[in-house]
């Protein structure tokens, strides 16, 4: 489809382990957002990317944590040594042009660490 | 640091009931969007207004945006069971190289 498309759906993991988690925007979009949320509650910001480069990354909450969009579209989230606390929905947006315009969401991927 | 209050932040009703949202901050943006989410999904932009004093209507829902671009509300007449989700405003400064700035959400429960 053209929307915003997040993989996996679901992961888990032990604790410890590294995941990547991978979104692919819609093509040609360039601001590319990373969001963490809890249940029942908003996303919250984690980094955010205009094209290749890493505009903002106030938002990851240790240095387990590291995004990249090399190339511009395909981003990926790597999370190292998972702690429990990770557990959460990971969010992927892209908006067509700047940061503060709408943007678009994939499904998220739902991470457990065990 | 900009901040956006979103209220309330949960609310039950029944059918048929009318019902409001509100999201306030204390900083002027650009635009004031609205999404909605459901479980298991990604939110869904319904609304982007940037005119103080704008006013847009999606079927039963109203939109309105403060005169001084710092707060805006959701309106919802007659709720339906449909209408049950996660309600979301995001602010947008101004600014190319600006993020959004995320309310809360107000989870929105409308029973039969």
């Known amino acids: 489809g053209a929307g915003v498309s997040q993989s996996p759906r679901y992961k888990v993991a032990k604790r410890g382990q590294d995941v990547a988690l991978r979104c692919d925007p819609i093509s040609g979009h360039v601001s590319l957002f990373w969001y963490q949320q809890a249940l029942g509650q908003g996303p919250e910001f984690l980094t955010y990317f205009q094209n290749e480069a890493q505009l903002d990354k106030s938002g990851l909450p240790s240095d387990r944590f590291f995004a990249e969009r090399p190339e511009g579209s395909v981003s990926t989230l790597k999370i190292q040594r998972t702690q429990q606390e990770d557990s959460a929905v990971y969010l992927c947006a892209s908006s067509a042009q700047a940061g503060n315009q709408p943007q678009h969401f994939g499904d998220g991927t739902r991470l457990s660490i065990l | 640091t900009q901040l956006l209050e979103q209220s309330p932040q949960f609310l039950s009703i029944q059918e048929g009931e009318n019902l409001t949202v509100y999201c306030n901050s204390s900083s002027v943006f650009s635009s004031l969007q609205w999404y909605r989410q459901e479980p298991g999904e990604g939110p869904v932009l319904l609304v982007t207004v940037v005119t103080g004093g704008e006013v847009k209507k999606l079927k039963r829902l109203t939109f309105q945006f403060g005169d001084a671009r710092k707060d805006s509300s959701l309106h919802i007449t007659a709720a339906q069971p449909g209408d049950t989700g996660l309600y979301l405003c995001?602010?947008?400064?101004?600014?190319?190289?600006?993020?959004?700035?995320w309310g809360l959400g107000t989870s929105l429960a409308v029973n039969p």
């Open positions: 995001a602010g947008g400064p101004a600014g190319n190289n600006r993020k959004l700035i």
